[in-house]
Nanobody
């Protein structure tokens, strides 16, 4: 089990910004592809974005591309999700996930490719 600790969620106004953090303990983050998923009330969990284990390749969902950015600071064993121009439909619990599978080397949108998950952090976008 790889402990993932998320932080940074909260309440923000429409058009505002938030930065989520996911700290990976016990192992070096460079061995893992990291991803963010989210689950809104009454909806299934969906892919937001991912950064491959090489730390270079990023893939985003169409709904967030151009507004959200994933980055990794290996020295801090932390991956970030910078969220700008937030919309009410971005309201959800955001989950960090990690994978050392070859399937995620260049990024994967598939939830089952990720074996390790954080506890989730709530993001609420309000008027």
């Amino acid at each position: 089990q790889l402990p993932l600790v998320e932080s940074g969620g909260g309440v923000v106004q429409i058009g505002g910004s938030l930065r989520l953090s996911c700290y990976v303990s016990e192992r070096t983050i460079t061995a893992y592809a990291m991803a963010w998923f989210r689950q809104a009330p009454g909806k299934e969990r969906e892919f937001v974005g991912t950064i491959g284990s090489n730390g270079i390749i990023t893939v985003y969902a169409d709904s967030v591309r151009g507004r959200f950015t994933i980055s990794r600071v290996s020295a801090k064993n932390t991956v970030y999700l910078q969220m700008n121009s937030l919309k009410p439909e971005d309201t959800a619990v955001y989950y960090c996930a990690a994978s050392d599978s070859w399937r995620t080397t260049f990024g994967s949108r598939v939830q089952s490719d990720y074996a390790q998950w954080g506890q989730g952090t709530q993001v609420t976008v309000s008027a």
